[in-house]
């Protein structure tokens, strides 16, 4: 099919057409409409949909995560205007990845929808409509938290269109909701198997009522919907899986998780560096590359924990040793690949918090050959800019790519998870709180944390705070983090107090508007023919 480019004026949007996903199985001359209207032709269609989702969440990280308490830059700034909020303005580099992306899986969306209506009738269909209705509102949802109020378009766009109109961030919600419900009542009831299902429906219309819950238009009862949504689709499973098991390569399939971006080495066999993903490259300094291929991951110097990440675990809590890789082999990936570690020799060492002087005397007697890095001193920081200098965070670790050691293209092929049930429970806990529950909060937070092997809180512990630092432990490195605190109201407060690089005065933008929101891409406003289109307040 002809590649169509479609300038959304506002949207900024580059469409293409479902080439890349759909071409090997349209190989006939039947035209567009005569194919999707086939149930073969619409299942491809659909596929096409969730492949986008490997572009929305496949590239940078840098929207999800930076820029926040957790997460710092070493010397690799990636995007210093997003990581620091200095400076940052329609035209820096990256704050167009979201809006383009979004925009293009709402436009295939779209098309489906459109599609929908013409092709054949067959037993999965309603299923399948309900799943693209999530997959849009899923796509508007990342919109209206990161850029405000923005174009809703719903119809299936063939021809140029230059002249968009912005709908205000209560009616993107509204939408949202809608879409949700919708999907809710279409799509299967069964356990996950890749596709959308109601557990998954569930636990986005938690996170939407909770996120709106914060804003003046929310409504009344969010907070306490969110609750029930959040309930729903935990359905009382609890939580029983390690948390390293939970995070070993290859388990991204259990029973835990809600939602992921589908990826195997297979499908991105054609295009290693281009149809993988890039999560596997953050959250660590250099740790090799092309010239250890297949015995250590690339990283970027980039997203590293911040001294308050590595604060916020205690000694009894398993996630510390789950998700940091606290202790270098020789080859880094022996972790993985060899079942007794005993034998083996240590090159790095990052001593915890907890670690006595007399219990590191016996550690270094012990491993002569190893770098010992002292606590409080394998963070980001300006003068930190030697390889293995930031302690590494091993959750999205992919030993089995053949593609680990070329750079830092999109080589990871293990899925990203996007949603899982300890997500699920501290969405939970925090409606719970902000609907005046502290209670059943409580409860939900504690069967988190003993799953983790940490103590139960009381009441008395619980604040915003408290559920912000809970989820730190549970979900770093995960996407959340920016969209948490920007939800909470806790950005400006949280980044500034515990991120070297950020000051609180960094987020002064113009017409005495905080930078809160990320701007408008300036492309999208140039292109766009109705010029009362206007940008974030403060990027004027």
Request: charged content about 25%; overall charge negative.
């Amino acid at each position: 099919m002809k590649k169509i480019i479609i300038f959304l004026g506002i949207i900024g949007l580059i469409f293409t057409s479902c080439k890349d996903y759909i071409e090997e199985e349209n190989l006939s001359s039947v035209n567009a409409a005569d194919f999707y209207s086939s149930s073969k032709g619409f299942e491809s269609l659909v596929n096409a949909n969730y492949s986008y989702l490997r572009e929305i969440y496949g590239n940078d990280a840098f929207l999800f995560c930076d820029g926040t308490d957790l997460y710092a830059i070493g010397c690799d700034p990636g995007v210093i205007e997003i990581a620091t909020y200095s400076e940052l303005n329609p035209s820096t580099d990256g704050v167009e990845q979201l809006y383009n992306n979004c925009y293009e899986a709402i436009q295939i969306a779209n098309m489906a929808l459109f599609y929908s209506d013409k092709t054949e009738s067959y037993s999965d269909l309603n299923k399948r409509i309900g799943e693209i209705k999530y997959l849009r509102a899923n796509a508007y949802f990342l919109l209206v938290q990161t850029y405000g109020g923005v174009s809703l378009v719903t119809n299936y766009i063939a021809e140029p269109e230059l002249a968009f109109d912005r709908s205000t961030a209560d009616q993107i919600y509204e939408f949202i909701i809608v879409e949700l419900e919708d999907a809710l009542n279409a799509v299967d009831a069964g356990s996950y198997t890749g596709r959308v299902n109601k557990r998954a429906v569930q636990h986005l219309l938690a996170k939407v009522h909770l996120t709106r819950g914060y804003e003046s238009y929310g409504a009344a009862d969010d907070f306490s919907k969110a609750a029930a949504y959040a309930d729903a689709a935990i359905g009382g499973q609890t939580l029983t899986i390690p948390f390293e098991e939970l995070w070993t390569p290859g388990n991204e399939g259990n029973e835990e998780v809600v939602f992921s971006v589908q990826f195997d080495p297979s499908s991105i066999a054609t295009d290693p560096t281009g149809l993988g993903h890039k999560q596997c490259n953050y959250f660590s300094s250099y740790l090799g590359g092309s010239e250890v291929a297949g015995d250590a991951p690339y990283r970027t110097y980039n997203l590293c924990p911040t001294q308050f990440t590595i604060d916020l675990f205690t000694q009894d809590d398993e996630r510390w040793a789950a998700s940091f890789m606290v202790e270098l082999y020789d080859r880094y990936y022996d972790y993985y690949d060899v079942e007794d570690h005993s034998g083996l020799s240590v090159r790095d060492y990052y001593v915890p918090k907890w670690m006595t002087s007399v219990e590191l005397d016996a550690y270094i007697a012990a491993h002569p050959e190893a770098t010992i890095h002292p606590y409080g001193e394998y963070v980001p920081s300006v003068s930190r800019s030697t390889d293995y200098a930031t302690i590494p965070l091993k959750k999205f670790d992919d030993p089995k790519s053949a593609f680990g050691g070329n750079g830092d293209g999109r080589v990871g092929t293990r899925d990203i998870i996007l949603s899982r049930l300890g997500d699920t429970y501290l969405l939970a806990a925090e409606a719970y709180l902000k609907a005046g529950s502290p209670g059943p909060a409580v409860d939900r937070i504690n069967e988190v944390r003993q799953r983790a092997g940490v103590a139960d809180i009381t009441t008395s512990d619980l604040d915003i705070d408290f559920i912000l630092d809970e989820r730190g432990r549970e979900l770093l490195g995960e996407y959340h983090r920016w969209f948490d605190l920007k939800r909470t109201g806790k950005l400006v407060e949280r980044a500034s107090a515990h991120n070297y690089m950020i000051e609180a005065s960094n987020f002064n933008g113009a017409n005495g508007e905080l930078k809160i929101l990320r701007p408008i891409p300036q492309e999208a406003i140039d292109l766009n023919q109705n010029k009362d289109f206007s940008q974030n307040p403060a990027y004027n």
